[in-house]
């Protein structure tokens, strides 16, 4: 079976923390980008961050610079999110996926995401 699988979510306390991991299942991320996008109740996907099949080239969305953190071990077929200092606008599905451009296209691998909840 081919599939990205996410899991760490939960609910936490604002200012609390979350690592999320995104694991494959079937392939191997060593080529892929892989990018972290959420959804919250009502509102459109958005970008959260991406990194490279080497770890070269990360980015953030600037309401999580300084807050979370993406990193990757191909050898797992894994990518992490840290996050860090939680805000209730953090709340909402998070997924992972082999594309760092917010459109979902039928050959790209999207897991079924996570839900973050960040209470105040």
């Known amino acids: 079976q081919v599939q990205l699988v996410e899991s760490g979510g939960g609910l936490v306390q604002a200012g609390g923390s979350l690592r999320l991991s995104c694991a494959a299942s079937?392939?191997?991320?060593?080529?892929?980008?892989i990018g972290w996008f959420r959804q919250a109740p009502g509102k459109e996907r958005e970008d959260v961050s991406c990194?490279?099949?080497?770890?070269?080239?990360?980015t953030y969305a600037d309401s999580v610079k300084g807050r979370f953190t993406i990193s990757r071990d191909n050898a797992k077929n894994t990518v992490y999110l840290q996050m860090n200092s939680l805000e209730p606008g953090d709340t909402g599905v998070y997924y992972c996926?082999?594309?760092?451009?917010?459109?979902?296209?039928?050959?790209?691998?999207w897991g079924q995401g996570t839900q973050v909840t960040v209470s105040s």
């Open positions: 079937g392939f191997t991320l060593a080529n892929y980008l």
């Open positions: 996926a082999t594309t760092c451009t917010n459109i979902r296209l039928e050959y790209d691998y």
């Open positions: 990194i490279s099949s080497n770890s070269g080239s990360i």
